[in-house]
């Protein structure tokens, strides 16, 4: 429901974008950070607070409603809860509005530099791997370092809250690293 709401609306708002650009910026603004984002924006872990007050530990429920897999996995229910009570035309436009600051910023940001390098290497008949090169702290909230190795040479390094969010890190050093510059998707 939430893909095709989005879909739709880049869809319409941008028809001459190929098909390929259009579905780099719907992955983006669908993607479980864009979702944890829109939560937090609406607000969603300080209604999940006041609701699971009595279930669970106030410190057990702040550590939830701040880990974004947690917002993200709200929303989603919300927008499933949503979509059964009224159907999909009803809420189609709010949707797309709750979600119209990522896709503005999927069109002028860029955002996925794995994608940007696989694409680069690939024209060239290479390929790029990642490693983990360190994981640290506890399991509900760890912090990766990967890095983005390119015919046996580390060319980035990047660390952040999610392995995926460290191999993009990584794939923007080694964008820059060989010369190349990133563009928005938009």
């Known amino acids: 429901m ?9 869809y319409e708002a941008h028809p001459d974008f190929s098909e390929g650009r ?16 829109v939560a937090r924006e609406l607000d969603l872990g300080r209604r999940l607070q006041e609701r699971g007050e009595k279930a669970l530990a ?6 939830l409603v701040r880990n974004r897999n947690v917002l993200a996995a709200l929303l989603e229910a919300a927008l499933g809860a949503l979509f059964c009570e009224h159907g999909f035309e009803k809420i ?5 509005v709750a979600f119209s600051g ?15 390098l696989q694409e680069a ?11 983990v090169v360190d994981v640290e702290g506890p399991p509900h909230e760890r912090h990766f370092t990967c890095s ?30 060989l ?3 990133p563009q928005p998707v938009g």
Not at 92 to 96: G, R
Not at 102 to 116: C, M, N, P, Q
Not at 122 to 131: L, T
């Open 58 to 63: 106030q410190d057990e429920l702040d550590r």
């Open 22 to 37: 259009l579905a780099k910026i719907r992955s983006h603004v669908v993607s479980r950070q864009s979702c944890a984002v």
């Open 148 to 177: 983005a190795i390119i015919d046996g040479n580390k060319l980035g390094v990047g660390s952040g809250a999610s392995k995926k969010a460290a191999e993009q890190e990584a794939a923007r050093q080694a964008l820059a690293a």
């Open 2 to 10: 939430l893909e095709l709401a989005i879909a739709r609306a880049l």
């Open 92 to 96: 189609e436009k709010a949707v797309v």
């Open 121 to 131: 290497l690939a024209r060239d008949g290479r390929s790029v791997k990642y490693e």
């Open 179 to 181: 010369g190349l510059e």
């Open 102 to 116: 990522r896709i503005d910023y999927a069109l002028t940001s860029f955002v996925d530099h794995k994608t940007e």
